[in-house]
């Protein structure tokens, strides 16, 4: 009989288990359902804010009120809304909990959704949806991040928040399409109105579709977290404010993304105008909007993917940025050109450089900031886009009032040179991985604490530690048998 065959059952399986290595983190498949769920209650909420762009001209008419007013109750008024809400947003999503704050804004939607099929009655019914809709918007749009912090793995969170944060774009092209489905052209008075609300009635449809969902599947953070940071406790609501006010290195990419990034919310906002005086129709200009969007989305793809397996956020910012402004100003000089052909090839190279720099940007300011909590990072970053996208918009409107080829060379002139100025200020960020680091030590934590717990036990090597019980267990010759 061998010694092997007497050992104790409960010393032998010590002896198996002792070569089995546990994981601390793990991510659930769950993840994806997650991302789908805020996927389409983001499309949604995008649809309801551009649904009434495409269609001004068509609400000034059926409501007898001016052009201003219809811009700013319809539009401008998400601009003017998401400073003093981002705060708000920020709070309930950092202190309270990716579901509560999710559903908030989700809920918001549905309800401005509904309350817009009151169209038929009066255009301010419109205003209160989109009000609503509006205050909504920053509990989502700085959801991103998080979701991709809480659920993902390090090496899955770059293109887990480009797949998010794309959505909202998603949704921008799908209400510009059902915009032109709905209300045609030169409609007015009661069937223009009845028009408007068809438009109404079905998003409201589709949003009661996409975001019931949430209720019931939706949840704040899986049992076993992903990686180390995902379960690092994070700074309070008021402690991340004071860090991110006092991080310069934080503040400087942020302010050059809200250079970069709003020339280019600028451009997608102004193309119809800043094309017509080259004899480009509305259909063409749309068809602009449309390639940028879709190249943008696979653009996007590929550098989320890219910078998963990398980690080199500084540098793809910086090539994305480069290509960005040789696009622009590619498309500044076809325009002249007035080839159809040519601008839709400019506009689709100026989408795929330009498009992936804001999720990269997202997850880049995570790593600037950590362990300032996401929503905190990501909405202070959103929240200069869209203060520069604002006054952009105005100043361009401004200029293209004569509307002439001149205008528009000077309008390209003026986007491009301040989106050079954020360029620069990309090149002047240091690039800080704070949270990778982290990630990478904690990694190195776990395995160093296994193997001087093996070299402390001597169950690194399982025949070292099988030879030590034999021996303990050895009963030598002269020794007397026990009983």
Same mark, same amino acid.
């Given at each position: 009989m061998t010694i092997e065959n007497d050992l104790p059952a409960d010393i032998s399986a010590n002896s198996k288990a002792s070569q089995i290595s546990t994981k601390p983190y793990q991510a659930t498949k769950y993840r994806f359902v997650m991302s789908v769920l805020y996927a389409m209650t983001s499309i949604i909420n995008a649809i309801m804010w551009i649904s009434t762009s495409p269609i001004t001209k068509n609400l000034e008419s059926i409501y007898n009120i001016g052009l201003f007013k219809v811009n700013f109750c319809t539009s401008l008024i998400w601009f003017a809304v998401y400073p003093p809400m981002n705060f708000i947003a920020n709070?309930?999503? #950092? $202190?309270?909990?990716?579901? /509560?704050?999710? +559903?908030?804004?989700?809920?918001?939607? !549905?309800?401005? %959704?509904? &309350?817009?099929?009151?169209?038929?009655?009066?255009?301010?019914?419109?205003?209160?949806?989109?009000?609503?809709?509006?205050?909504?918007?920053?509990?989502?749009?700085?959801?991103?991040?998080?979701?991709?912090a809480v659920w993902y793995p390090q090496e899955e969170r770059a293109l887990s928040t480009t797949v998010a944060s794309v959505s909202n774009?998603?949704?921008?092209?799908?209400?510009?399409?059902?915009?032109?489905?709905?209300?045609?052209?030169?409609?007015?008075? #009661? $069937?223009?109105?009845?028009? /408007?609300?068809? +438009?109404?009635?079905?998003?409201?449809? !589709?949003?009661? %579709?996409? &975001?019931?969902?949430?209720?019931?599947?939706?949840?704040?953070?899986?049992?076993?977290?992903?990686?180390k940071t995902a379960d690092t406790e994070k700074y309070s609501y008021k402690q991340s404010l004071k860090s991110l006010f006092g991080n310069t290195n934080y503040l400087i990419f942020i302010l050059s993304l809200g250079l970069f990034w709003g020339s280019y919310n600028v451009l997608a906002t102004v193309l119809q105008p800043i094309m017509q005086p080259y004899n480009f129709t509305e259909s063409q200009s749309g068809n602009f909007g449309a390639i940028t969007l879709v190249s943008g989305l696979v653009g996007s793809i590929v550098w989320g993917i890219y910078v998963d397996s990398t980690k080199k956020y500084k540098f793809s910012i910086i090539i994305c940025g480069i290509m960005s402004l040789l696009a622009m100003a590619t498309i500044a000089l076809l325009t002249p050109q007035e080839s159809y052909l040519l601008v839709c090839l400019g506009t689709g190279f100026y989408g795929f450089f330009t498009t992936p720099v804001f999720p990269l940007a997202y997850e880049f300011s995570a790593e600037l900031s950590f362990p300032v909590a996401e929503a905190a990072s990501g909405g202070l970053m959103v929240v200069m886009t869209q203060i520069f996208g604002a006054l952009g918009t105005v100043g361009i409107d401004a200029l293209l009032t004569e509307n002439t080829k001149a205008h528009t060379m000077i309008g390209f002139a003026v986007l491009?040179?301040?989106?050079?100025?954020?360029?620069?200020?990309?090149?002047?960020?240091?690039?800080?991985?704070?949270?990778?680091?982290?990630?990478?030590?904690?990694?190195?934590?776990?395995?160093?604490?296994?193997?001087?717990?093996?070299?402390?036990?001597?169950?690194?090597?399982?025949?070292?530690?099988?030879?030590?019980?034999?021996?303990s267990l050895l009963i030598k010759p002269n020794s007397p048998s026990p009983n």
């Open positions: 709070y309930f999503l #950092d $202190e309270k909990g990716l579901r /509560v704050g999710i +559903l908030l804004g989700s809920t918001l939607t !549905l309800i401005g %959704l509904w &309350i817009r099929t009151l169209s038929q009655y009066s255009f301010y019914y419109i205003f209160l949806g989109q009000l609503l809709g509006a205050i909504g918007q920053p509990f989502l749009l700085n959801a991103p991040q998080k979701l991709s774009p998603i949704g921008v092209g799908i209400g510009f399409v059902l915009a032109q489905l709905f209300v045609q052209n030169g409609a007015e008075g #009661d $069937e223009g109105r009845k028009e /408007v609300y068809n +438009l109404m009635l079905f998003s409201a449809g !589709l949003g009661s %579709l996409l &975001i019931l969902p949430l209720y019931f599947l939706f949840k704040n953070k899986p049992k076993v977290p992903p990686s491009g040179g301040v989106a050079f100025l954020g360029f620069i200020g990309f090149i002047l960020t240091k690039e800080e991985l704070k949270r990778t680091k982290t990630d990478n030590e904690g990694g190195e934590n776990e395995e160093n604490k296994g193997e001087s717990y093996a070299n402390e036990t001597g169950r690194g090597n399982p025949e070292s530690s099988l030879d030590e019980v034999k021996a």
